[in-house]
């Protein structure tokens, strides 16, 4: 069965420091999202690409965070420099449609868990 | 935009025994509901969703809910529980309308833990 691929699973990192995480959807999927989960909560959005295309970013801090999609299949989020409350659950979803459409299962990455000390 | 409201934080319960996870939505136009479920360092399964048309929805591992709209409600539940069942369940809204297509709301989910 196809999966969400996420790397790495683990990240420790110092604060200030720069720390990227990857995620390969599932073949031929078009949606990508982003998603941060705080210890205690459910995720929140971060970032929705269609295709390489930002769909929804407006969750972003785009201070520090960046994310990218250059050719429309797996996808990177890097953070830079990295704060004491970035510590969290980073998922990554994809959907199967061709078109955006909130009907559409997300199928769900392992996450990368990252602590900043 | 739409929000989710998940009223326990944790409920445990007996092996074999019934359990009901609440779920209410708040939302001024249709939406679409699901339950997820999480176990421990792992991401998101998707447990079941209401899109349309009968408002008891079956899923997975015997899971079902009921969609009562008058009552903005989305009750997770299951007739007899498993120690395998003891993880994070999640309850999410989207909408086609008023917010970014696809973007999921989550709620902050119910810890369900059950003992043997």
């Known amino acids: 069965e196809a999966e969400v691929a996420q790397s790495p699973r683990y990240k420790i990192t110092e604060k200030s420091q720069a720390v990227a995480f990857w995620c390969d959807p599932i073949s031929g999927h078009a949606t990508l999202y982003w998603y941060r989960q705080i210890l205690g909560q459910g995720p929140e959005l971060l970032v929705q690409f269609q295709d390489e295309s930002v769909v929804d970013d407006s969750q972003l801090p785009k201070d520090r965070f960046s994310a990218e999609r250059l050719k429309g299949v797996d996808s990177t989020l890097k953070i830079q420099p990295a704060e004491l409350g970035d510590s969290a659950m980073y998922l990554c979803?994809?959907?199967?449609?061709?078109?955006?459409?909130?009907?559409?299962?997300?199928?769900f990455g392992p996450g990368t868990r990252l602590l900043v000390l | 935009a739409q929000s989710v409201t998940q009223l326990d934080s944790q409920v445990p319960v007996f092996e074999e025994a019934p359990v009901e996870l609440r779920c209410n939505y708040s939302?001024?136009?249709?939406?679409?509901l699901f339950w997820y479920v999480q176990y421990p360092n792992q991401g998101l399964q998707l447990l079941l969703k209401?899109?349309?048309?009968?408002?008891l929805v079956k899923g997975i591992n015997g899971f079902e809910a009921e969609f009562n709209k008058s009552q903005t409600s989305f009750h997770l539940r299951k007739p007899s529980v498993h120690i395998s069942d003891t993880a994070e369940y999640f309850c999410?809204?989207?909408?086609?309308?008023?917010?970014?297509?696809?973007?999921?709301?989550f709620g902050r989910g119910t810890q369900l833990t059950v003992w043997p």
């Open positions: 999410a809204v989207s909408s086609d309308r008023g917010s970014t297509l696809g973007r999921l709301y």
């Open positions: 939302s001024s136009v249709s939406v679409y």
């Open positions: 979803a994809s959907t199967s449609r061709a078109a955006v459409t909130s009907q559409e299962t997300q199928y």
């Open positions: 209401y899109l349309s048309g009968s408002t």
